[in-house]
């Protein structure tokens, strides 16, 4: 098949649809995006509320409960038990298709009929403040996670237990404020670590132990900054900055910061990767233009796909564990197969289209709130062969009748939902997360705006007089409310105001670490300034031959192109208006040590 050249119909600017991809939506039997990859994924992310927590009423009993949906949200909400309880039945909602009228708006109407979860959490156990969660024990304020135990204030930690402050960590234990990280142990403020253990303020080390400061290190102990010591010389050297206060941890993060800038960084992050790009992307095969990806195979623009694995999945937001023929979902995962244009599909579903909060059924199409179901269109009971007759009509007619949302874009078969049915507004979701936009632009470009909450904290505790030191914190402190440093001027979801929980003060106690000044918000967005964008950069390799070329980095050996620059050229999640060191994968191989 030949590529072919469309005008994104949200933004007006030209994409290319390739052969691959082609081949890829004749696989799944749609037809090709009228909106961009950057447009699909906007759109797509304003239905993910990553880390929200609200109180509101269950619409059921009336109680109190914590939701990820707000009390002005549009759908209703059920709490989490009586959702999956046989209390009520999302069938009683079905409705029968009305050919004079859009299918979607239909489909809308529906949903906001059927009750949706609270929260979308699988067995669960003592882990009431979580949110896409899978398997939690024991957890705090943990979001986005899989098999996660003892952790707090956390998001994409997937197998993992006795972590605080981390983001998009696998099988690792007793980490705090840290990204990116895999098979880790006792590793803190790092990032892109990988087999290592106790290690401090250390980028890109695998195989690694007892390290400080250092960049780019293989299979090295007791590393200060990149230089070997004795083990004795090394424990000093890391004593000196006195972690346990806040100075001294203050002073480690400057000097650090300063000596990550010398040094290459690979053009894409991630290990053990074949035929990929993207960024934070590891272990996979054929992966392209994604972002925070494991273990899959031949996907293309996808993201937070961190519980392995996907095969063979186009635009696929959140989750993995084992999801196969994806096509425009979000929130979906867990045994999926065959899954298009769907929010919160999960547990072994397969065969399932523009359908919204369904689990472990098949062959729906324009559902929403059902378990264990087969051949249902907007809720009502079909036969098989009623039903696969009514799908290729209702595709017809999406065509012939297409939705338009209030801002003029057209919805024929083939288009995820128009973000004016998400249940969150815009400054909600992960989209204002990584395409910040202002309360005005939000507007005109048709998406919603919700005010944030007034928060009636009274501090006791000012940010300044916050203990400095840790080894004198007493027990009482968890009594105390914190004022947060940034004091809700940070454009960050600030709440102003915080406090620690007796867990949380214990694991400070244990590892050593001041107290936090932050609130868990502004913390989890200052620990995300580690993590590059989802825009990806044509980029030549910044090796000049004897050095980089911007004469900060000395290469440690000569590479096979000698003294004269490197000629490749990449895509990497790199600005290069930063001012970054980035070395194609072949270059940066030779400097690592």
Excluded at 96 to 125: C, T, Y
Excluded at 533 to 538: A, E, H, N, Q, V
Aim: glycine fraction near 6%; include cysteine.
């Amino acid at each position: 098949m030949n590529q072919e050249t469309k005008v994104c119909q949200n933004c007006k600017q030209d994409f290319i649809i390739d052969s691959e991809d082609l081949n890829f939506y004749q696989k799944m039997q749609v037809p090709p995006p009228t909106f961009c990859p950057l447009c699909r994924l906007q759109r797509r992310w304003a239905f993910r509320n990553e880390r929200g927590l609200y109180k509101r009423k269950c619409d059921f009993s009336g109680k109190e409960i914590f939701s990820m949906y707000a009390p002005d949200s549009p759908v209703k909400v059920y709490e989490r038990d009586i959702w999956l309880s046989d209390k009520w039945d999302p069938m009683d909602f079905g409705m029968e298709i009305d050919w004079s009228r859009p299918f979607l708006a239909q489909f809308h109407e529906l949903m906001l009929q059927v009750p949706f979860k609270s929260n979308n959490v699988i067995r669960g156990v003592n882990s009431d403040y979580a949110n896409n969660a899978t398997n939690p024990k024991n957890s705090y304020l943990i979001f986005n996670t899989t098999e996660s135990e003892d952790s707090m204030y956390s998001n994409g930690i997937d197998f993992s237990r006795d972590c605080v402050n981390v983001s998009h960590v696998l099988k690792s234990e007793t980490c705090h404020q840290s990204f990116w990280l895999t098979s880790c142990y006792r590793t803190h403020y790092s990032s892109q670590c990988v087999d290592s253990s106790d290690l401090w303020f250390c980028r890109d080390c695998q195989g690694c132990m007892s390290c400080f400061g250092s960049v780019n290190l293989r299979n090295k102990n007791y590393y200060f900054f990149n230089q070997p010591y004795s083990k004795e010389d090394y424990q000093q050297k890391v004593d000196e900055y006195k972690l346990h206060t806040r100075e001294g941890m203050e002073r480690a993060t400057t000097e650090v910061n300063n000596f990550w800038k010398k040094f290459p960084n690979k053009n894409i992050q991630g290990v053990k990767n074949l035929n990929s790009t993207g960024s934070y992307v590891s272990n996979s095969r054929n992966v392209k233009d994604s972002f925070l990806i494991r273990e899959s195979e031949n996907c293309r623009y996808c993201q937070y796909v961190q519980d392995p694995s996907a095969k063979d999945c186009y635009d696929y937001s959140g989750w993995g564990g084992g999801a196969e023929m994806v096509c425009e979902a979000i929130a979906s995962g867990s045994g999926i197969q065959n899954i298009k244009f769907c929010f919160l599909a999960q547990e072994s579903s397969h065969d399932i289209t523009y359908s919204m909060v369904c689990e472990g059924s098949e062959n729906l199409f324009g559902c929403a709130g059902l378990r264990k179901k087969s051949y249902c269109i907007l809720n009502k009971q079909y036969s098989k062969e009623e039903y696969l007759v009514l799908i290729e009509k209702i595709k017809r007619h999406m065509d012939e009748m297409p939705y338009v949302d209030k801002m003029g874009r057209i919805y024929k078969y083939g288009e995820f939902f128009p973000v004016e049915f998400s249940p969150w507004a815009y400054n909600e979701t992960i989209a204002q997360e990584y395409i910040p936009l202002q309360k005005e632009e939000i507007e005109a470009m048709g998406f919603g705006w919700r005010d944030p909450d007034t928060k009636d904290y009274h501090p006791t505790l000012s940010a300044e007089n916050i203990p400095n030191d840790i080894k004198v914190v007493e027990d009482s402190i968890i009594n105390e409310v914190f004022e947060c440093a940034h004091k809700g001027e940070c454009n960050q979801g600030c709440t102003k105001a915080f406090r620690v929980i007796q867990n949380e003060l214990q694991f400070y106690k244990k590892i050593g670490v001041p107290l936090p000044t932050l609130c868990p918000a502004c913390r989890t967005m200052e620990r995300l300034k580690m993590r590059l964008g989802i825009k990806l950069y044509d980029m030549q390799c910044m090796c000049g031959g004897e050095n980089s070329k911007n004469k900060e980095y000395k290469n440690q050996v000569v590479h096979p192109h000698g003294p004269t620059a490197c000629g490749e050229v990449f895509k990497t999640g790199y600005n290069p208006e930063k001012g970054d060191i980035v070395y194609c994968e072949k270059c940066y191989q030779q400097e690592v040590d």
